[in-house]
């Protein structure tokens, strides 16, 4: 696994590594919250009788809602959503996720994130949501290890994942940083393909019912079944990630 390393490095031809952030996506890698956003989506395109099936949302992941709600209505009715269309639905998505939400953190997200802060690397998240229930609760989750200063969210991009820029503004707000100066944690593939565009070694965790392979396919470096598995490899990726150069 090991060689996903010097294979990042070879392709894009840097020397090495030299790691001083980790970004986070937020939903499946900090919070088990997308069982909550594809019940929430499902039931408000069924509201709206729009057709679509509780796990596409999580191959929507990512994008801003109002392009996954672009998307089914293009789909489905071979338009573009006025604006009228788009707030009155992400409103009933946004009030029915506040509602079924419960908060609770991804196994072991806590533990990497702190482990990631003890040794000195900046943490930042880069999240495609707009849910004040979930962003809000990050500095009491997470008290002392992620800044509001250092978070991307929807509320900040004019283009959503997989469109490189949420990425590029975390390398920007994480310190103005160069491409091999960070390392993206994902669960998502347009989350992967975000970070990917954006040049970033990407470690994609599958915490959702997506296959393994579409997060391959998508671009991951590194393919991993939980923040458990992690969590535990971390150390030896650390090595792989400050080391320099001969």
């Keep these: 696994m090991t060689t996903a390393f010097s294979d990042y490095l070879k392709q894009h031809d840097y020397k090495n590594f030299d790691l001083k952030a980790v970004l986070f996506d937020m939903d499946g890698v900090l919070y ?3 069982k909550w956003h594809a019940k929430s989506w499902k039931e408000t395109m069924d509201e709206f009788n729009i057709s679509s099936t509780s796990d596409e949302f999580y191959l929507y992941e990512g994008m801003v809602g109002r392009s996954t709600i672009n998307h089914l209505m293009n789909r489905e009715r071979k338009r573009d959503a006025t604006p009228e269309e788009t707030d009155a639905i992400y409103k009933r998505k946004t009030e029915l996720f506040s509602e079924y939400n419960d908060g609770s953190l991804i196994p072991y997200a806590y533990d990497f994130v702190k482990q990631v802060h003890d040794d000195g690397f900046i ?13 809000n609760k990050i500095e009491t989750n997470f008290a002392g290890l992620f800044s509001k200063e250092r978070m991307v969210t929807a509320f900040d991009v004019k283009h959503g994942k997989p469109h490189p820029e949420p990425y590029l503004m975390g390398l920007e707000k994480a310190g103005r940083l160069k491409p091999n100066q960070a ?8 989350g992967v393909e975000a970070a990917v565009a954006a040049g970033i070694f990407t470690i994609a965790i599958n915490t959702g019912p997506i296959p393994e392979k579409i997060l391959a396919d998508a671009g991951a470096n590194i ?4 923040m458990e598995a992690l969590y535990t490899n971390w ?3 650390r090595k792989q990630l400050i080391a320099k150069a001969d």
């Design 235 to 237: 150390s030896e990726y």
């Design 183 to 190: 390392i993206v944690i994902e669960n998502a593939p347009r």
């Design 223 to 226: 393919v991993l079944p939980s």
């Design 32 to 34: 088990d919250s997308m």
């Design 123 to 135: 943490c930042a998240i880069v999240t495609g949501s707009g849910q004040p229930t979930l962003i």
